[in-house]
């Protein structure tokens, strides 16, 4: 045999060995299958949760919007009344005061499915204010609520907790943080 085939013979072997998987590993291990399924997992819930934020932060918006709409509108038709007697969530409806996606039925319901009510309030002279109340907010939707109600409203009220805003002399902003 020539040394010319015995190395062409050995070249063969080498290419055979290294195109050839070894007896030890032909594919993965099930811990390599447990981590990539792992990190998919990881990935897929921190989307979900990024869009849950997106969602809650988009609602909080609307429900903003459509509070200082709501108080305008109000103010608007019942400029000429002189106070709130009879004022409900019914009223409001009845009056076009508020965004039709808020409306189900007679009632009045929040972008977080909360009833909305409305109502007269004494302040300098009777029955010249009204009340709104928004149920159901999370906590930083209702912080939103709060700074965005500051620029149409005389007095928020959070729990027990009244912040002054229309031109008073002091807002409690310690409680908005």
Known sequence: MCIRDRAKTEEKKMKKKMTTPSNKQKGFVST????????????????????????????????????????????????YQGDYVGLSAAQVV???????????????????GGSVTFEPVECTVANACFS????????????????????????????ETAILAAGADEINQTTLA
């Open 94 to 112: 009845r009056l076009n005061a508020v965004a039709k996606t808020m409306i189900r039925g007679q009632a009045v319901v929040n972008s977080f």
């Open 32 to 79: 390599e299958i447990g981590i990539g399924i792992f990190v998919v997992g990881m990935l897929g819930l921190s989307g979900f949760l990024a869009a849950q934020f997106m969602v809650d932060d988009s609602n909080s918006s609307i429900l903003v919007s459509q509070a200082q709409d709501t108080v305008k509108n109000l103010r608007t038709k019942y400029r």
């Open 132 to 159: 709104q109340t928004q149920p159901l907010l999370p906590y930083n939707a209702c912080i939103s609520y709060a700074n965005g109600m500051l620029e149409v409203s005389r007095t928020i009220t959070i729990g």
